[in-house]
């Protein structure tokens, strides 16, 4: 919604403002300068990038129109898991989890949060450090290196679509001087022909440095930052799942290390003191009956 809202303010003010000055409209209708501009910086875009790459990138597309995978709701769900997970393993032992580590997809506790349960990226990533944490003699700091490394390399591929499209914002404005280019050799070859028509001819041409300029810093280059954002927003869950894991494993009591995992979230999206209490006493109403 706001990608779109975006997007109209941008035409609208470039637009307006040039039909407020007196502009005509009508000049700034060159089909075949986007053509060159567009379809050149796309040519390349495809030569420059693997097939995983475009792939990753088609695929990221549409998730600019879609609002975060976690909200606050969403968060206290995931952090609640944990906390139960956490207090089983407290009162049982570890190898109590091994049953729902192993297939979480029949364990009543994990059924209890459903969006954890879909979110099968985070789940892998959850029930394979809670079963070497259940093997015994984890280190805590080399299980800690393991999880920045892989986070690194989630953190990396969720950049690749962001990257590549940036790539491309970057070419368009070089791209848009080419189509201007070739507009001026044009006039130049049709210089006999009245003024009227030379100065719209050289009009045109000048069109192609400003679609190339308007593509890459008003379309694009935004849709990587955008990109770039929502991948910052997926990190968030995985790094609050191993503040946890790595608190419990420091020897905090599932009270404490929960609250090691809300103090990683972003504000916007991090639940209050009380919210995440209320919702882990919660957790222990059941039994309680």
């Not at 502009?23 to 990038?49: D, K, R, T, Y």
């Not at 259940?134 to 299980?143: A, W």
Request: with cysteine; glycine share 8%; aromatic share 8%.
């Amino acid at each position: 919604m706001f990608v779109v809202i975006g997007w109209v303010v941008v035409i609208g003010s470039v637009i307006g403002s040039f039909v407020a000055e007196g502009g005509h409209l009508a000049a700034l209708m060159q089909p075949f300068e986007l053509l060159c501009i567009f379809g050149a910086a796309l040519g390349a875009f495809v030569v420059s990038n693997p097939v995983s790459t475009l792939k990753k990138t088609v695929k990221a597309l549409p998730t600019m129109f879609k609002g975060a995978a976690y909200s606050k709701d969403k968060y206290i769900e995931l952090i609640a898991l944990l906390y139960e997970l956490l207090q089983k393993a407290r009162k049982e032992g570890m190898m109590a989890l091994e049953a729902d580590v192993e297939d979480p997809e029949s364990s009543a506790l994990f059924q209890k949060y459903s969006h954890v349960l879909h979110d099968h990226h985070l789940l892998e990533f959850l029930v394979d450090y809670l079963r070497m944490m259940s093997s015994g003699n984890i280190n805590v700091i080399e299980m800690q290196d393991l999880m920045d490394e892989e986070l690194a390399t989630h953190h990396a591929e969720s950049g690749i679509a962001a990257n590549a499209i940036q790539k491309m914002a970057d070419g368009l404005p070089a791209f848009g001087i080419v189509a201007a280019v070739m507009g001026v050799v044009h006039t130049m070859a049709s210089v006999g022909a009245p003024p009227a028509v030379l100065g719209e001819m050289i009009a045109g041409a000048l069109v192609g440095t400003f679609l190339g300029i308007l593509l890459a810093y008003g379309f694009m280059g935004p849709v990587a930052d955008l990109l770039n954002a929502k991948g910052a927003q997926e990190a968030k869950p995985y790094q609050c799942v191993k503040a946890v894991l790595l608190a419990s494993l420091n020897g905090y009591a599932p009270p404490i290390a929960v609250e090691f995992g809300r103090k990683m979230l972003f504000t916007a999206d991090r639940p209050s003191f009380k919210e995440l209490d209320d919702a882990v006493r919660a957790t222990k109403t059941p039994k309680a009956a």
